[in-house]
């Protein structure tokens, strides 16, 4: 079946490194997403991996991808308090039309000064 | 422009009301999608419109009917709503089917609907 599972909430101290992680059940999973949802708006993609990558680099931002364990994180170096929103995993399945991408329940990000 | 433009931001509407739903985008994208989100929940799938053709119905109910008049806009028609469908309404589009990004999704801030 297909799922996506994140904690709910995680606290951080700003300056420091914030690793968001997410479980995924589905084996065939072809692209995995973070999006970031900051309050009253939608949400923005921030980076994404293909399944056959084990860890892509944007700026502050590492995903680091475990198809063995099903296992993706996010980390946001040096976090900042405009980093204070829901980030949201998700995944997207095969390469049909009719695929869907699930997401996860998110997981709100919560900076402390 | 890089914008998923949603109006109206914020909507109070009866049980008997009609109203409609709008987004715009002018991308170039052929694929447009509709979301629901209830508070502290992901996102839920409504609708897909691929190259202006309906191709997913997430069994909807039908007092919400889909309608994408060009490839820049999509409405969303409201009719006989219930309480329970008070949540925020989210838009998204991307890249049509075929092309190498077709599942990044843009999204618009979305419309808040309250159904009292």
């Known amino acids: 079946g297909e799922d996506v599972e994140q904690s709910l909430f995680l606290s951080v101290r700003e300056g420091d490194s914030s690793v968001i992680n997410c479980t995924y059940t589905?084996?065939?999973?072809?692209?995995l997403y973070w999006y970031k949802q900051e309050p009253g708006a939608g949400l923005q993609l921030l980076t994404y991996i293909f399944s056959n990558m084990d860890m892509k680099q944007d700026q502050r931002l590492t995903v680091l991808l475990n198809k063995k364990d099903k296992h993706l994180s996010l980390r946001i170096a040096d976090t900042q308090t405009g980093d204070s929103a829901i980030y949201f995993c998700a995944e997207s399945i095969g390469a049909n039309r009719d695929d869907k991408i699930i997401f996860g329940k998110g997981t709100r990000l919560h900076i402390l000064p | 422009d890089t914008e998923v433009t949603q109006t109206p931001k914020h909507l109070v509407m009866g049980m008997t009301n009609k109203k409609s739903l709008k987004c715009e985008q002018h991308?170039?994208?052929?694929?447009m999608y509709w979301y629901k989100q209830k508070a502290k929940k992901p996102p839920e799938l409504m609708f897909v419109y691929s190259y202006e053709k309906l191709s997913i119905n997430e069994s909807v109910p039908s007092r919400f009917s889909p309608e994408c008049p060009n490839s820049s806009l999509l409405n969303l028609h409201l009719h006989a709503l219930q309480p329970e469908d008070s949540a925020l309404y989210l838009c998204?589009?991307?890249?049509?089917f075929g092309t190498g990004d077709w599942r990044k999704l843009f999204f618009g801030s979305g419309t808040q609907l309250s159904v009292l």
């Open positions: 998204a589009s991307s890249q049509g």
């Open positions: 991308m170039g994208h052929r694929a």
């Open positions: 589905d084996s065939s999973s072809t692209y």
